[in-house]
């Protein structure tokens, strides 16, 4: 128990120099990470790093903190400890007895709350710097801000040199000369803002319409040197006794060098490959968007989404074309616009979200109209840029009041009058004198309103006519308005009102119904007669079903209302009854319809003297034959497989024609090797050199001619069955066989 205070001392500091080391590497980190992804130099970023560490190191010193330090540090931070923490540091012959109490007290209070004193290490610096060195790396990459930082080229990442081999050893005198350097320089398209690379490596992967240059130098005088690309050959050009050439990258393949020495002997090289890099295309993500948007005339008609570009490169402009149709048949209305996004495009920048806000209301659209528009992103690739777009979105504002061609039950006619769009327009002049009503004086918009009210009964007499009546409602002298606007007749509601309880109606009431009574009492009650449309009834006299009847007849009565209180100068009462009328009007319009136009594939009558008989002797079956030529595989590789067949058998030498069918070989070959380069190069490479050399071996035309039998797929198998004739003696021959296995 007395050693443990001086331990818990001991821990302490341990802790103390653990964190500031901590934190050390912290502060180093952020500033190590930042000149990386700069410089894309690891190396260069371990010795920033190191750098950092030993520098802060040497300022902070953790090793000379002491327990004297770390003593003092809690007296002052810890108040339970009484600045006794030193009794802890004293050897216990020099304490007293009160001095050994208050130093068991202390290591107490320590061994319980030492956890809650924090050295003084400010650890959540360190973490805001490497954090703050995290998000200018971040904005270096996204910006290509390396670019800037980096040296004009980027270093020799291959040393593997060129090995050359003579087409013809019996020229050979004397020792070839040999390869003194060799670098290929590959100016990346300026729009990619990617700095030059250099490498000794002659196998390339660059991106399309880079710059390749190649500069080698022999260490003896030569006559030429070139470069063979597929059938292509480039001679290279001579300065300061360097040879060079430079190319556009357009096509992937396989290329060699080849040059002559003074004594005129040629040497080839191995191939190397070139793979060309396409720039892909952009890429655009749509968010908060659905394919289909609908909306109903009283919404709000406003899309809103977000669409995240991304590319390679950068992307150079971004827009939305939209396209707005307007009515429908042959008298559709098309009007295409281009819009923009409403953030700012960053040039360049390789990802980056837009949004848009497109109001319907803004672009002139009414209901029944449709909106078709897809987004295009184009990104900075020279001199063609690359397109994407995305797939069409469409946006449609609902026609309530769209009356298309139907099929009543089995009647092909359309009885949908053509006024029932009037309904609609009374409900949109009806809000228009609502919402202007504080700016109107009082007379014109009491005038407004009533006559807002005589086209509401226009209406209503329109679709009477549609239920058989003559005449609803009162006569017409009650519509007669003086110049304030009021009626004249002392009752205003006599002539607006549905009003079943008249005198008048009662009267006509029950004398129909003691009519009917009178005349009905020696018929028979005719159990169909309420299934029956009996057109005679001029109550049934109409042009649609009972139940159609019951829903117009609710109509009228919401129309009755609705002119009432137009009549009423009060139309915003009104509007309710309106919208019931409308909406009756349209449940009348879809119910009970067969939505089949009357287009399309109309076949012939029905001959009944030949129907469900089951002759099909005048049925023809339709048989086509049509043989589809396949390209053939491989030709030129098969037609060497055969010519070195030959070749082989008579022990002739390769004609000029031979060296141009193995070429042409070869060049089906590379598109084979470029895919596997490690099945098929050594075939390629052998090939090659065969096609170049004066003289060839029987032994190395047989190894060619094998490597390229492997090379043709093997068919695959096609089994059939097959009709084949036996003679009399081969049917014998089968039957001595049967009896022999038999008796055996």
Known sequence: MID?????????????????????????????????????????????????????????????????????????????????TALLLKPVDELSNMAMLQRYKISEVLNENIKKIKPLVNLKMALIVMLIFGFLSFLSHQFSLNTLFKNSTNKIENQQGITFQPLDSAKVKVTPPALKSQKLSIYHPSYTKLAKTVTSDMNIKALEGSKLVWEVQFDAQIQEVSIEILENTYPMVEVDN?????????????????????????????????????????????????????????????????????????????????????????????????????????????????????????????????????????????????????????????????????????????????????????????????????????????????????????????????????????????????????????????????????????????????????????????????????????????????????????????????????????????????????????EIKNSARIYVHRIGFDPPPIKEDKRLTGTIDKVNNYSKLQDIAQPEAFPFIKKAIERLERLIANSAALSSEDRDLLVKAGNELSLLAIQEPGKYLSTLQELKWISERSETSKVQLEKLQRQLLAVIPKPKPKPRKTNASLSEINELLLQELEFNDGSN
């Open 4 to 84: 443990s205070g001086k331990r818990i001392l001991v821990n302490f500091k341990k802790r103390w120099q653990l964190l500031e080391i901590l934190s050390i590497i912290l502060f180093a980190s952020g500033p190590a990470f930042l000149i990386y992804m700069l410089t894309s130099d690891l190396t260069i970023g371990c010795f920033v790093f190191i750098g950092f560490f030993v520098a802060l190191i040497l300022i902070k010193k953790p090793w000379r903190l002491t327990l004297e330090k770390v003593s003092s540090y809690i007296d002052q931070k810890f108040n339970e400890v009484e600045y006794s």
């Open 242 to 586: 360097e040879y060079s050439k430079q190319i556009t990258l357009t096509e992937t393949g396989f290329y060699n060098f080849k040059f002559k020495d003074m004594d005129g002997a040629s040497y080839v090289s191995d191939l190397y490959a070139i793979e060309v890099l396409e720039d892909e295309s952009p890429l655009l993500e749509v968010q908060g968007l659905q394919q289909f948007t609908s909306f109903e005339v009283s919404q709000k008609k406003v899309l809103n989404f977000n669409v995240e570009f991304s590319d390679d490169y950068g992307v150079e402009d971004t827009y939305i074309i939209a396209t707005v149709t307007k009515g429908e048949g042959e008298s559709v209305k098309f009007r295409e616009e281009r819009l923009t996004f409403d953030d700012k495009l960053i040039l360049g920048t390789k990802k980056q979200v837009l949004s848009k806000k497109i109001d319907l209301d803004q672009m002139k659209m009414e209901p029944g109209d449709e909106l078709y528009f897809y987004m295009v992103a184009i990104d900075s690739k020279k001199p063609k840029a690359n397109i994407s777009r995305t797939e069409t979105y469409f946006a449609v504002i609902k026609d309530t009041l769209t009356n298309q061609f139907a099929v009543e039950g089995t009647m092909g006619a359309d009885l949908m009058p053509a006024y029932f769009r009037s309904q609609r327009q009374l409900i949109i002049d009806t809000e228009k004198l609502i919402a202007a009503q504080k700016k109107m004086s009082k007379e014109k918009f009491n005038t407004t309103s009533n006559e807002l009210g005589y086209d509401q009964k226009a209406l209503r007499l329109k679709y009477g006519e549609f239920m058989g009546d003559e005449t609803v409602g009162g006569s017409e002298n009650s519509e007669e308005i003086i110049d304030d606007g009021v009626a004249t007749n002392s009752d205003l509601l006599k002539d607006y009102t549905h009003d079943h309880d008249s005198d008048n109606e009662h009267n006509l009431v029950d004398h129909d119904h003691d009519h009917d009574h009178k005349e009905d009492e020696g018929k028979e009650e005719d159990p169909l007669e309420s299934y029956l449309h009996n057109h005679d009834d001029p109550e049934e006299s109409t042009l649609f079903t009972a139940t159609l009847k019951s829903k117009l007849r609710g109509a009228l009565d919401e129309m009755w209302n609705a002119e009432l209180y137009l009549r009423l100068y009060t139309p915003e009462k009104s509007l309710a009854y309106q919208y019931r009328a409308l909406s009756l009007i349209q």
